[in-house]
C-alpha cells in the first residue's frame, strides 16, 4: 500500500531482521511435528536464514518497477517499545534434539523448581495496584530469566552478558 500511495515505506530499524515461511510449510511443519509428538514436547523449526527487512523493502520497491532512493524513499522510524532488532528463536540455556525431521528439532529445556514457581506466582498475584511497575516486572523476570526487556523501561532489570 505505501508504494501504491507513492511512499515513503516504512521501516523502524536499518538492521532489523525477521525469518519468513510460507503458510503451506508452516502447516506442513506443524501436521509432521503434531504426528510425531509423545506428548509434553516443544518443538522448533528451522526457519532458514532471516531477512533484512531494509533489504525487503528495496526490492519491493525494485519489483515495483521503481527505484530507491529516486522514486520511493524509505524512512526509518525508529523501534517500537519491547521490539527486537533480531528475533532468537531458542532462548537462552535450551539446545535441541535432532528428530528425523530436518527441520524439526525438539527443544531441551531447563530444569524447573515447581515449588519454587509456585511460591513467586503467589507473591506476584499478591501485589496489588500500590505496587511499583519495576518491582512487578522484576518479580516476573525472576521466574522467566530468558525476557530480554528489549527497547523498554524495564532494560535496567536485564542482565548484561
Same mark, same amino acid.
Given at each position: 500500500?505505501?508504494?501504491?500511495?507513492? *511512499?515513503?515505506?516504512?521501516?523502524?530499524?536499518?538492521?532489523?531482521?525477521? #525469518?519468513?515461511?510460507?503458510?503451506?510449510?508452516?502447516?506442513?511443519?506443524?501436521?509432521?511435528?503434531?504426528?510425531? *509428538?509423545?506428548?509434553?514436547?516443544?518443538?522448533?523449526?528451522?526457519? *532458514?536464514?532471516?531477512?533484512?527487512?531494509?533489504?525487503?523493502? !528495496?526490492?519491493? &520497491?525494485?519489483?515495483?518497477?521503481?527505484? #530507491?532512493?529516486?522514486?520511493?524513499?524509505?524512512?526509518?522510524?525508529?523501534?517500537?517499545?519491547?521490539?527486537?532488532? #533480531?528475533?532468537?528463536?531458542?532462548?537462552?540455556?535450551?539446545?535441541?534434539?535432532?528428530?528425523?525431521?530436518?527441520?524439526?528439532? &525438539?527443544?531441551?529445556?531447563?530444569?524447573?523448581?515447581?515449588?519454587?514457581?509456585?511460591?513467586?506466582?503467589?507473591? &506476584? !498475584?499478591?501485589?496489588? /495496584?500500590?505496587?511499583?511497575?519495576?518491582?512487578?516486572? /522484576?518479580?516476573?523476570?525472576?521466574?522467566?530469566?530468558? #525476557?530480554? /526487556?528489549?527497547? /523498554?523501561?524495564?532494560?535496567?532489570?536485564?542482565?548484561?552478558?
Amino acid at each position: 500500500k505505501q508504494i501504491e500511495k507513492g *511512499g515513503p515505506l516504512t521501516v523502524t530499524h536499518k538492521e532489523i531482521t525477521r #525469518y519468513f515461511m510460507t503458510i503451506p510449510e508452516a502447516c506442513q511443519l506443524v501436521l509432521e511435528a503434531a504426528a510425531m *509428538g509423545n506428548g509434553g514436547e516443544i518443538y522448533v523449526f528451522d526457519m *532458514g536464514e532471516p531477512i533484512k527487512i531494509f533489504n525487503l523493502a !528495496t526490492n519491493m &520497491i525494485i519489483l515495483s518497477g521503481l527505484r #530507491y532512493p529516486e522514486d520511493i524513499d524509505i524512512k526509518i522510524t525508529g523501534l517500537r517499545p519491547g521490539e527486537k532488532i #533480531y528475533e532468537e528463536l531458542l532462548a537462552d540455556g535450551e539446545n535441541t534434539k535432532k528428530t528425523y525431521h530436518e527441520k524439526i528439532m &525438539i527443544a531441551k529445556s531447563r530444569y524447573v523448581d515447581t515449588e519454587n514457581v509456585e511460591k513467586q506466582i503467589i507473591k &506476584i !498475584t499478591n501485589m496489588n /495496584s500500590l505496587t511499583q511497575p519495576l518491582e512487578i516486572v /522484576s518479580s516476573i523476570k525472576t521466574l522467566i530469566p530468558e #525476557y530480554i /526487556s528489549n527497547n /523498554s523501561t524495564y532494560e535496567v532489570l536485564d542482565s548484561k552478558k
